[in-house]
């Protein structure tokens, strides 16, 4: 009954399709005048738009002059226009939809209908890519459509330093980069203490090309800032040497779940092995001063039972570098957290490093949905629609391909062994290669990639392989892997963002042919050889079948498996493709179950036989299912922990920004005060308590630890009839007047700036010290389980309780940090003031020293007079000294003009009579 109303209506698909149809033929109803429009006019456009949406029109109503500009600008920039499909995935975009395009459907080109669009608005938008090579590779290339059309294009990239080069990337219209770039940069951000210093400037709109692998495979791992604890090297290696000790019954590993524990048996070897080299602490394993050593025992099993070499890891320069499962590339930099990394270094023999702490953190769910609105483009999405719409709010649309799809897709063969598969498959490769047909040979491991090289190389058969190993090749190798015969052995082509060209790829073969010394000529002649011969290379690949996509396994999800054969019938081209699976593959052998072992029993399966059927394929399609749901489930549940974690973060985040972009901090300073003295009154003196109760000893150390300042709280808890509101207010006003009494004299500038920073120095410090809270509950909390208790709700309520402490830590914090620093700043004050007295003092010492050489070398030069008697100083009229103001001294000699310039009145006179300058030539009369 489906299936008829789907003939009659068309699915739900083909009625959103119907729908945008209108729309396209408006904007195919503007070319004419858009072609007939100067370079300098079509340009001019962007200014007009730019008006007309400030002046009140939506983007939706510029849409179709947009388009038509920007597909007029491919045109004369790159000789691309694009096709009507190609427009539906613009409005797609445009609508925050993700649009599903096959592989070879130009989706790079579609991206830019929707960001010139949105970039209108001035608030920027945000290209994101898998790689850094994609990020650099698109910004250059559809960047010269955006700077024609008068647009600024900014690209982040992973080897650029954190700093104005970014700032700079992110004021652009458009700045292209990788999701991971994205999110540390907000972290970072979110870690600096000034507006000027941040480089992101708001999440207005993104693109996310290859949403899938972005938003669903690496959404499992959360993106992590961290810096490094204390060495511990030693112990990694010792608890390493213990597992190989551990007999296999002493433990469990399940390869569904991928994990792996100790069971009682186990436990009790642990203790036998830790107790013989004194690492036992307590009596039992399970003491809490064992908690640390069991976890890297623990930690220690899975590195050596669930991760494998050359599939999960490569060792490369003395470095364990983890493999993306989904394409197969290493991730240089990321780490697994809880002391796995480490366990795995201890396993390989290489360099430890030392264990982080986490400073900050963000799932890429939640980064990503702090965009206003989100979109994106995939050739496979349409298998986890139900989470895109779950977790992002996100539609689907599966956008029709230009030309009608011309690849064969053959039933699934399947095999006992992996041996047997193998030499079906090199048969197979020998058979295509021999009459000129490319294949692209898709295996799951670089372990099972090698394997496959070994076999064509036994057999002759020439081939490339391109895994993690190879990645710098990559370029190379894609270029050449559509050639007549070439056989290229991939691991995982998820996100690899070049499409395999039949007969070559001009763009690559031309950046490695053509070389910087050659004439403008010699250009011409060799780009026209080459394109004849890629034209003559295409045409035999074509004859051949086109291009043979060859699966050794299938992939756990079916996404990555669809990827593969899609790089195959790109643009209606002819090609092929076939899975290769045998009992022995992880994924059969896994979740594929005993009653598919016991059907192939009971078949009578001959040694190399191969069975194909369509209800082997289902029954592999169904393991498939299982896998993506149970990952499904593991997504949701980090993400339901996660969001508790992120309203916390966004509430900090929040705050901190606010604090930032205030020009005064005071009033917060003063209210976290406040606050923190009603809190410790609260503690010590409980409401409608007895006076006899109160703990005013305790208060008073409390006071004395935050505030720094001694007050005479026993006497005023003394008094008759004082209550605790009175007690806190004679307290609230004590603190304010001694911060006001210290921060008297400061420049306001100068306080306001010091009070900011202590803030955010001190949000920092405590917002840190959560997470790591945070990380410890959240390994234990799934113990709450064996008590009946639900662990998310155990989670939420405790990471509540934490989040409580964190405030209450935050004003006692900041408290304690802003009263300290103006203590330092008085008693700086006071010990310069001390330093410029004395400077003062020893310079007027010295001077009137000078002034004393200065006198003795006058009167050793000047003529002898006549003594004079008492009588004589009677009789006589006043001197010039007395007339000067200076009082007589008949002990002190005479001192010459200007010998008492800046010597202090408590300095000995010097006229050498030994008392004091106030007491002898400077008295006051």
Avoid at 298 to 309: E, M
Wanted: charged share 30%; aromatic share 6%.
């Amino acid at each position: 009954m489906l299936g008829i109303a789907k003939k009659l209506f068309g699915t739900e698909n083909d009625r959103k399709l119907k729908k945008l149809r209108p729309l396209v033929d408006k904007i195919n109803g503007l070319e004419p005048t858009f072609e007939a429009m100067t370079d300098e006019a079509l340009r001019a456009q962007t200014e007009i738009y730019k008006k007309r949406h400030a002046d009140g029109e939506s983007l939706d109503d510029l849409l179709p002059e947009a388009f038509a500009t920007v597909r007029e600008a491919a045109k004369r920039t790159l000789g691309q226009r694009h096709y009507d499909v190609q427009l539906i995935g613009g409005i797609t975009l445009h609508r925050g939809e993700i649009a599903e395009m096959r592989t070879g459907e130009g989706k790079t080109l579609v991206s830019t209908l929707a960001a010139y669009l949105n970039a209108l608005n001035g608030k920027g938008v945000h290209l994101v890519t898998v790689n850094d090579y994609l990020a650099k590779r698109d910004s250059e290339w559809m960047g010269q459509v955006y700077n024609f059309l008068g647009m600024t294009v900014g690209c982040i990239n992973a080897h650029e330093p954190y700093g104005p080069y970014r700032k700079e990337a992110y004021n652009c219209d458009i700045t292209y980069g990788t999701n991971n770039e994205y999110g540390f940069d907000y972290l970072r951000d979110n870690m600096k203490y000034s507006v000027e210093e941040m480089g992101q400037r708001g999440h207005a709109y993104a693109i996310i090309d290859e949403i899938d692998s972005i938003l669903i495979d690496e959404a499992r791992t959360p993106l992590i800032i961290s810096g490094p604890t204390d060495d511990k090297s030693d112990l990694y290696r010792t608890i390493d040497g213990i597992i190989p000790e551990i007999l296999p019954e002493g433990y469990e590993v399940d390869e569904k779940a991928r994990t792996a524990t100790f069971n009682e048996k186990g436990n009790e070897q642990i203790e036998n092995i830790l107790r013989e080299r004194g690492m036992l602490e307590g009596e039992s394993l399970y003491d809490v001063e064992n908690v640390t050593v069991v976890h890297h025992i623990n930690q220690a099993l899975k590195a050596h039972k669930i991760f494998t070499a050359d599939k999960d890891y490569i060792v490369k320069n003395d470095q364990v570098v983890l493999i993306d499962e989904f394409t197969g590339r290493m991730m240089d930099g990321r780490r697994l957290s809880d002391g796995l990394h480490q366990a795995i270094e201890a396993k390989e023999n290489v360099e430890i490093k030392p264990e982080n702490q986490t400073m900050a953190s963000v799932t890429l769910q939640n980064y990503f949905r702090l965009y206003e609105k989100l979109s994106g483009m995939t050739g496979t999405a349409e298998t986890e629609a139900g989470e895109f719409a779950d977790t992002y709010g996100l539609e689907v649309l599966i956008i029709p391909t230009n030309r009608p799809i011309q690849r064969i897709d053959d039933e699934d063969v399947i095999y006992r062994t992996e041996e047997e598969k193998f030499d079906a498959i090199v048969d197979d490769i020998e058979k295509a290669a021999k009459k000129g047909q490319p294949m692209l040979v898709g295996t799951i491991s670089i372990e099972k990639s090698e394997a496959l090289s070994r076999y064509l190389t036994e057999r002759s058969i020439e081939h490339r392989v391109l895994n993690a190993r190879h990645h710098e090749e990559e370029a190379s190798i894609v270029a050449q892997a559509g050639m007549p015969g070439a056989v290229t052995i991939a691991t995982n082509m998820a996100g690899r963002g070049t499409d395999i060209q039949l007969g070559g790829n001009l763009e690559m073969i031309l950046e490695e042919t053509l070389t910087p010394d050659m004439s403008d000529f010699e250009r011409e002649q060799k780009t026209s050889e080459i394109k004849a011969d890629i034209e003559f290379n295409k045409q035999k690949a074509l004859a051949a079948g086109g291009l043979y996509v060859l699966g050794t396994e299938r992939h756990e999800s079916r996404r990555i498996d669809n990827q593969l054969r899609g790089r195959t019938g790109r643009q209606g081209d002819p090609g092929r493709s076939k899975f290769y699976l045998s009992m022995e593959d992880d994924l059969l052998r896994i979740f594929g179950g005993d009653k598919l072992k016991g059907m192939m029993e009971k078949m009578g399966w001959e040694k190399g036989e191969a069975l194909t059927n369509r209800f082997m394929t289902k029954s592999v399609e169904t393991s498939q299912k299982r896998v993506e749901t149970r990952n499904f489930d593991i997504r949701k549940n980090l993400l339901k922990y996660d969001d508790v974690m992120n309203d916390q973060r966004k509430t900090i985040f929040e705050q901190r920004n606010e604090f930032m972009t205030d020009d005064d901090v005071s009033d917060v300073i003063e209210d976290f005060r406040h606050q923190l003295v009603e809190d410790l009154v609260g503690k010590h003196v409980p409401k409608r308590a007895y006076a006899e109760q109160w703990d005013i000893e305790g208060l008073d150390k409390s006071v004395k630890d935050a505030m720094m300042m001694e007050l005479p709280l026993k006497e005023w808890a003394a008094e008759e009839g004082i209550a605790d509101e009175e007690l806190q207010n004679r307290i609230q006003d004590a603190t304010d007047q001694a911060s006001k009494q210290l921060s008297d004299g400061l420049e306001p500038a100068e306080l306001a700036r010091a009070e900011k920073q202590i803030l955010l120095q001190v949000i920092d410090k405590n917002w840190r010290d959560h997470l790591q809270q945070l990380d410890a509950l959240k390994s234990v909390i799934g113990m709450r389980a064996y008590g009946q208790r639900d662990p998310l709700n155990e989670y939420k309520s405790e990471a509540f309780t934490l989040f409580d402490g964190l405030l209450t830590s935050l004003r006692e914090d900041v408290t304690k940090a802003m009263m300290g620093a103006l203590l330092n700043v008085q008693m700086r004050r006071q010990q310069m003031q001390q330093e410029r007295t004395q400077t003062q003092n020893q310079t007027q010492l010295e001077q009137a020293r000078q002034g004393l050489a200065a006198m003795q070398a006058a009167q050793a030069a000047a003529p002898a007079s006549p003594a004079r008697g008492p009588m004589d100083m009677l009789t006589s009229g006043p001197t010039a000294a007395t007339a000067a103001g200076t009082p007589t001294n008949p002990e002190a000699a005479e001192l010459p003009e200007g010998a008492l310039n800046g010597v202090s009145r408590n300095s000995p006179c010097p006229c050498g009579s030994g008392r004091k300058v106030k007491h002898c030539h400077g008295k006051v009369a």
